[in-house]
């Protein structure tokens, strides 16, 4: 009863990131069914540091606009 439930919610968390995720990054991990091995995968891929680009995320985040007022 312990295996059923830990594979519906593997089944779950699974499906869910396989929608939260764009298509093309979807296809590569599709196939990957255990959730631990796929969230080890996209982690891996995607936790190398860009310094470059995390500065551009930061300055797009701090000046941040809704209209002419500053999103804080």
Not at 31 to 43: Q, S
Not at 45 to 63: C, K, T
Request: with cysteine.
């Amino acid at each position: 009863m312990l295996y059923e439930a830990l594979e519906r919610c593997n089944n779950l968390v699974h499906t869910w990131i396989i929608n939260s995720i764009s298509p093309l990054i979807a296809q590569s991990v599709l196939f990957i069914e255990n959730i631990v091995d796929m969230w080890n995968d996209l982690k891996d891929r995607f936790m190398r540091g860009d310094r470059i680009r995390v500065a551009q995320l930061q300055e797009e985040i701090a000046n941040l606009k809704q209209g002419s007022k500053k999103v804080t």
